[in-house]
């Protein structure tokens, strides 16, 4: 019985450290939006299939994630906010909204 405990223990332990070792990971990938010219954006377009492809009502932004991930859950997700296109590698979880939000941030943090 000892055994068996002591080899339940050993494999939490395995799995705990195997997790985290994903979490790093994927938190590494992440990285912050930055701007991109419209022939990147639509050569993205174009790779494959898009994921969570949306535009705002009045057509001004839309974003879409490459369905291809990078790194356990993380994605290349595009942007095109007017004229302006941003790239940014992040979760494929990410919403429309949160999506603009996150580019809205950075770059009102970069112009103060």
């Known amino acids: 019985m000892a055994w068996l405990l002591n080899k339940r223990t050993n494999d939490s332990v395995r799995y705990c450290q195997y997790t985290s070792y994903w979490q790093s990971r994927e938190k590494a990938a992440v990285k912050t939006p930055a701007e991109i010219d419209v022939h990147q954006f639509h050569d993205a377009l174009g790779q494959m299939y898009p994921q969570n492809w949306a535009c705002s009502e009045n057509g001004e932004c839309e974003t879409f994630n490459s369905a291809e991930m990078f790194c356990g859950n993380v994605t290349e997700i595009y942007a095109r906010i007017g004229v302006r296109y941003f790239m940014m590698r992040d979760h494929s979880h990410l919403s429309h909204g949160e999506i ?13």
């Open 100 to 112: 603009l939000t996150r580019i809205d941030a950075e770059f009102n943090a970069r112009q103060k």
